[in-house]
């Protein structure tokens, strides 16, 4: 019913910059909240930053000042500006929404594939 879709991972040296792009299709009524999740080599799921459909953001302390997560809600996409990265950001970071469908009146949550994000030192 809904896919999220990500882009943007990749290869970068320490002090780079990517940015990811998630993008949610399908039978859509809305989204509420929608954030980026990164799992790092033998670690669990963490949360990296978050966005409201209103715009507010939270952030985690390991990223603030460094990312920054915002959204386009003409496109059902949100994205996450990574900047000054470090070793210790290597992870697949996964994409997060909370979709209403047009055939239900809750809210859902849904996850991405997931991208490959490595940073060399």
């Known amino acids: 019913q809904v896919q999220l879709v990500e882009s943007g991972g990749g290869l970068v040296q320490t002090g780079g910059s990517l940015r990811l792009s998630c993008a949610a299709s399908?039978?859509?009524?809305?989204?509420?909240?929608m954030g980026w999740y990164r799992q790092g080599p033998g670690e669990q799921r963490e949360l990296v930053a978050t966005?409201?459909?209103?715009?507010?953001?939270n952030y985690a302390d390991s990223v603030k000042g460094r990312f920054t997560i915002s959204r386009d809600n003409s496109k059902n996409t949100v994205y996450l500006q990574m900047s000054s990265l470090k070793p210790e950001d290597t992870a697949i970071y996964y994409c997060?929404?909370?979709?209403?469908?047009?055939?239900?009146?809750?809210?859902?949550?849904?996850w991405g594939q997931g991208t490959q994000v490595t940073v060399s030192s």
């Open positions: 997060n929404a909370d979709v209403r469908v047009y055939s239900d009146y809750n809210e859902y949550p849904y």
């Open positions: 399908g039978i859509i009524f809305s989204i509420g909240a």
């Open positions: 966005v409201t459909s209103g715009g507010s953001t």
